[in-house]
C-alpha cells in the first residue's frame, strides 16, 4: 500500500537528562550523578516516529556543524528520515535542552538553548514545500520563528498542515497561523492558554471544534484524548499499558495520527489508533521508541477492540 508522504519542519535537539545521587541536590556546588544523552526535538521525534511506521519522511531544521550536529543527522537518518534539509550551520550551536532531576525524581533545574532556530530562513522552508509532493501532509512544530511559520502557512499550498505548540511558551507563535492549519495536537495547558480559559477539557474540546482549526486532538495523559472534526467531539480512551517513561507519548501520538491519515483513515480512527503507538511508546525507556513499527501499532489497537480491526 502506498502511504502518503510527510515533511516535518521544526525541532532538531539533543536532549541532555542529569540525576543526582543523593536524594535531595545541593545547590551552588558539584553533585555527584549521571548524565544521559539523547536525540529530541518535536518535529524530529515526530519525523522518527513516522520513519518507523513505515511513512515516507524528510526533516526541514538545522543543526549546528558540530559533533552533536553530526550525530542528531546520522542517527536520525539510520533510522530512517531523509535529513537532507537539515543543514549544518558552522557558525551556531546544535539546539539542546538539559534536565536535571533531584534523586527523587523532582526537576531541579532546566536549560532550553534554542538560538539556533532563529536562523532558520523562511524561504528556505517555502522552497522546500513548494518542491514536496501536492498530495503530502506538512507538519510544523512551534520551536520555528514566527517569520518561518509564516511561510510554512503560505508554503503549504493543498497540503494539510498539522502543527504542535511544544509548549505554553511558544504556542502564542501558532496563533497568527491558526487559520492555515488543518490539524491541531495539543494537551490541557496548552488549550486552556489558546483559548484563555480555565475550563474543563469537554468545554474546551467544544470551543475548539467551533473555531477555525477543522480537526485536532486535545490529549489527557491516562484518561485519553478528545478528538475534534467537523465541529464534532468524540472522547478516546487510553489503551491499557505500563508506562516507563511518559515523555515521548504526545510526539508518538501526533506521529501515529498522520501515519494513519497518510494510510487513508478517518481522523477519527486515526486518532484511535494513535493510542496504541502512545501506549507501546510509553512503555519503553526511549522517547521513540526503536522498535515501533505499523504491524506492532495495528496489533495492539485491534488487541484492544475486538468488534473493530484495521488493515495494515
Known sequence: MAYRPVLCAGGCVIDRVGETADAKERLYTSNIGSMRASLGGVARNVAENLARLGIDVGLVSLVGDDLEGRRVVEESSRAGIDMSAVTLDAGATTASYTAI?????????????????????????????????ATGFVFADANLPPAVLQAVAQAKGPRPLACVPVSVQKLAKLVPILAAIDILFLNLYEARALLGSAEEAEALAARLAAGPVPRGLLTLGPRGALAWDGGQVSA?????SRPTNVNGAGDAMAGATLARLAAGDTFLAAARCAMAAAALTVE????????????????????SQPTETIAP
Do not use: K, W
Request: proline residues 7%; negative net charge.
Open 236 to 240: 478516546i480512551a487510553a489503551l491499557p
Open 101 to 133: 532531576f533531584s534523586g527523587e525524581g523532582e526537576l531541579v533545574i532546566g536549560l532550553a538553548d534554542m538560538a539556533i532556530f532563529d536562523r532558520i530562513e523562511p524561504q528556505t522552508i517555502a522552497a522546500r514545500i513548494a518542491a514536496f509532493p
Open 284 to 303: 519503553s525507556p526511549q522517547t521513540v521508541r526503536a522498535d515501533l513499527s505499523m504491524q506492532s501499532v495495528l496489533a495492539r489497537y485491534n488487541h
